[in-house]
């Protein structure tokens, strides 16, 4: 919020005698408000005017009509300020002043901001000596207004220095308010802020008109209703007033004074009785809207709007309104959009004489969705937004009827129009040590509760428990540690003493932890590059690969409010960002690729969560319900390989990646998880339905690797003979075994052996068969070629092994190893009809 440090430093001056002389730099204020929590983002002082800046009153002005544009010469009355005493001759575009204003002058040999020099000057074929000016022209708004400043017939005499006497010497603050202290963006509020952090009396101004300079004598009191009001329940509206004055002068300009304060503020001047609203929300925080009384018929309906109404808004924009936005009608139609802005139907125009003024407590939720909503922010929408003290609505538009009375004349009719009632907040109860041990600082009884009733709450002592009533214009209070904040907040955050946390001694990493930590290891060190998928994918992603309705990859969660409409469900694997990642990197010209990644997936379990109560805390049942319907998030580790896995080179012809690289990177994945995999075929989309493998652990299916089925390939434009491996990890058993290791003196014989079988026959199977058979002197086993010829028969094919053979206690003998060699050859045969090749 932008002020003016006078008027701040005014306020708190009136607030008691004792304050009359207090004063502040701009750098003890700005220190002010950070000692009790409020940031600055800067103040700016008002840019100084060098030289004579004096009063004048205009007592000529001659048209000077034979020019493109209207220009008027004047004859400026300055006093003694000339050295001469003789009018100023001095020309002038601006039209908002007659002969016998008090107009502000600056002589020649002045410089205003911004380095504008005045001089006398030979132009429209007259001599100008000096300027006359406007606010912008000195420095108090950035809001251009073709208007000069006319001054009240008390302000001074002619030649009297206007430097003092508009208070140029100022500082604008802008305080960055928080949106859950709404009482601040007002001088009632940081003038209370300010008395905490300076030790000064503070009196409300919503109680003391008489602080703010107001009389309230032109304020009848109130007797009747002004006209009929139907505020309807669905609106949330909490209170709704209004009050008339009848009789204004519409030519009324509002006083310099209060110009300034607005300028200085941010707002712009537009007519007495709009300026009005917006000097009491500055002053009080209540927002208002003035009506031109003449046109509006018949009483007035606070209701929602119907979904499609048009309503012009005072920036002259038609707005087609949603059933949500509130509205405030006459019999003819609506002429406001509650909270927000008003609409140009019963603007205040040059013509109006009678004044409506309406206060409301608006529901903030409903404001801050029509001010989205409609991409309208106002200085009302930002207040609404944040809550606004139900309890000023009756000032506020005593202080609106008594500042326009007092610049435009006209009289407070006695009705006044008020619906709906606030009652205070239930009572808090804090005990009196709870700020001491949550913080670590020794608060005393008197200081918690002086400190609670500073900030307006009322405290009722009960021993060991205090009732804290919350004020009404503390919507922020709900719970005895927001107090707590408060107390902390003033009695200075730099009291609180500093104390590093003791860490405590932990046990390193738990088995999940290690074994997903090991997987990424062993798949960047075998030569992966890890990349971080996005967790959304497309909506269409399984209808272009074709799986059944059925599939448990279908069951994907959806996002409410996605950042992208085409992209509204979390994956269920982590493929369809990976194959995306290949595509691009593929187009930009990068073909040899080998990407993991080892991320999150998830899986709906139920349709809709439910939601407990939450005044209490759920049994042990409800928190179950809840577990049991959030989504199931495995993490997976995927990986994509296409174009060369050894590159071609000097060294001879490269080789390109293949199915068999994919499953063995999920080999890696399992051996890094201290696990064997078992692989067998599979016809799983979206890969090949020939060169698809199955991963298993413990005969449950974990995993798919292989190529990926060239019509998925087609249509995602990716390389031919494109791989991919997917794996729950887990579902990879995460237990921790730390066995001693067995080392052996003895060395080991090799064996080897070729055993035909099937086709059919997984290599795995004959695999676990010779581990079967060999016995507990088997060390290792591994396949070593793969041989198929017509002198095997049709269907068959051959699989030789090497066998590593090795005794913990001795030397073993070829005929030992022999002899187990035939036992597997044996176990093989029983198992699976392989037969031992010569």
Not at 402 to 416: N, P, Q, W
Not at 553 to 572: I, K
Not at 634 to 655: N, S
Not at 802 to 815: N, P
Request: proline fraction near 5%; include cysteine.
């Amino acid at each position: 919020m932008f002020i003016a440090q006078n008027w701040l430093t005014g306020l708190l001056r009136a607030m008691a005698p004792a304050q009359e002389n207090w004063s502040v730099t701009p750098e003890e204020l700005d220190a002010g408000f950070v000692r009790v929590g409020f940031e600055t983002e800067g103040y700016a002082r008002i840019e100084e005017t060098r030289g004579a800046l004096v009063l004048g009153r205009v007592t000529d002005i001659e048209e000077l009509t034979e020019f493109k544009k209207p220009i008027r010469y004047c004859q400026v009355d300055v006093g003694q300020a000339n050295g001469t005493g003789e009018p100023q001759g001095i020309i002038c575009g601006a039209r908002n002043f007659v002969e016998g204003d008090l107009v502000v002058v600056a002589l020649p040999g002045t410089e205003l901001p911004g380095g504008f020099e005045i001089s006398a000057r030979e132009t429209y074929g007259r001599i100008s000596n000096g300027m006359i000016c406007s606010a912008a022209e000195l420095g108090l708004t950035d809001k251009q207004n073709p208007g000069i400043i006319t001054l009240a017939e008390d302000y001074g005499v002619p030649g009297d220095d206007a430097k003092s006497l508009l208070q140029l010497e100022d500082t604008a603050f802008e305080v960055n308010v928080t949106p859950d202290r709404g009482y601040a963006l007002s001088a009632r509020g940081l003038s209370r802020e300010l008395a905490s952090a300076f030790g000064l009396t503070y009196t409300d101004l919503a109680a003391e008109p008489s602080v703010a300079g107001l009389d309230l004598s032109t304020v009848p009191a109130v007797d009747g209703e002004l006209i009929d009001v139907d505020v309807r329940p669905e609106t949330k509206a909490l209170r709704f007033g209004l009050r008339q004055v009848s009789g204004i002068d519409p030519a009324a300009e509002s006083p310099f004074w209060l110009q300034r304060e607005l300028m200085l503020s941010g707002q712009r001047p537009v007519n007495a009785a709009t300026d009005v609203t917006n000097y009491v929300m500055l002053l009080l925080g209540q927002p208002m809207h003035a009506f031109d009384a003449g046109q509006i018929t018949g009483g007035l309906t606070v209701r929602n709007a119907e979904a499609g109404e048009k309503f012009e808004t005072l920036d002259h924009v038609t707005r087609e309104l949603h059933a949500e936005d509130v509205v405030i009608c006459d019999e003819t139609g609506i002429q406001s959009m509650a909270g927000v802005m008003g609409g140009t139907r019963s603007e205040i125009s040059e013509t109006t004489t009678d004044v409506y003024f309406e206060a409301a407590t608006w529901d903030p939720i409903t404001v801050a969705r029509t001010s989205r909503r409609h991409k309208l922010t106002s200085e009302s929408s930002r207040r609404f937004e944040r809550g606004v003290d139900p309890a000023v609505v009756e000032a506020a538009l005593d202080y609106a009827c008594a500042l326009l009375v007092d610049i435009a004349g006209g009289a407070v009719e006695t009705g006044r129009t008020l619906v709906g009632e606030f009652s205070l907040a239930d009572p808090i109860d804090l005990r009196v040590s709870h700020p001491s041990e949550l913080i670590g600082v020794d608060y005393s009884r008197e200081t918690v509760v002086s400190r609670l009733e500073e900030v307006g709450c009322r405290v009722v002592d009960r021993g060991e428990i205090l009732a804290v009533t919350p004020p009404t214009w503390r919507t922020d209070f709900s719970m005895a540690e927001d107090l707590i904040e408060e107390i902390v907040r003033l009695e200075g955050l730099d009291d609180i003493p500093l104390v590093l946390p003791t860490p405590v001694g932990g046990r390193g990493l738990s088995p999940v932890q290690k074994r997903n930590r090991a997987v990424g290891h062993a798949l960047a060190y075998q030569g992966y590059a890890e990349i971080l998928p996005s967790p959304f994918m497309a909506n269409d992603v399984f209808d272009a690969w074709g799986l059944a309705e059925d599939d448990p990859r279908r069951q994907v969660v959806r996002v409410q409010n996605p950042l992208d409409s085409d992209y509204a469900v979390l994956g269920t694997t982590l493929l369809p960002s990976m194959l995306e990642a290949v595509s691009r990197n593929v187009a930009r010209g990068r073909k040899d690729l080998t990407l993991f990644s080892l991320q999150q997936v998830a899986f709906q379990r139920a349709e809709k969560t439910p939601m407990p109560d939450v005044s209490r805390r759920p049994d042990e049942d409800t928190v179950r319900e809840l577990l049991e319907t959030l989504p199931r998030q495995p993490l997976h580790a995927a990986t994509v390989g296409v174009g060369e896995i050894d590159y071609t080179g000097p060294w001879g012809k490269g080789r390109a990646y293949g199915w068999a690289d994919a499953v063995e990177s999920a080999r890696l994945v399992a051996r890094a998880a201290g696990v064997e995999l078992e692989v067998e075929n599979a016809d799983v989309l979206p890969w090949h339905p020939g060169r698809c493998a199955a991963l298993k652990v413990g005969g449950e299916v974990v995993g798919y690797a292989g190529e990926l089925h060239p019509q998925i390939l087609e249509a995602l434009g990716l390389p031919e003979r494109t791989c991919a491996m997917e794996i729950d990890v887990d579902a990879l058993p995460a237990t921790e075994l730390l066995p001693a290791p067995v080392l052996s003196a003895y060395p080991a014989l090799h064996q080897d052996i070729a055993l035909v079988v099937d086709e059919s026959v997984p290599a795995a199977d004959v695999r676990a068969a010779i581990e079967e058979g060999a016995g507990d002197l088997l060390e290792a086993v591994e396949l070593f070629d793969v041989f198929r010829g017509d002198q095997l028969g049709d269907g068959k094919k051959s699989l030789a092994f090497q066998l590593l053979f090795r005794a913990a206690d001795r030397t073993l003998t070829d005929e030992e190893a022999n002899e187990r060699r035939l036992a597997a050859a044996e176990a093989a045969k029983e198992k699976l009809g392989a037969q031992m090749r010569a």
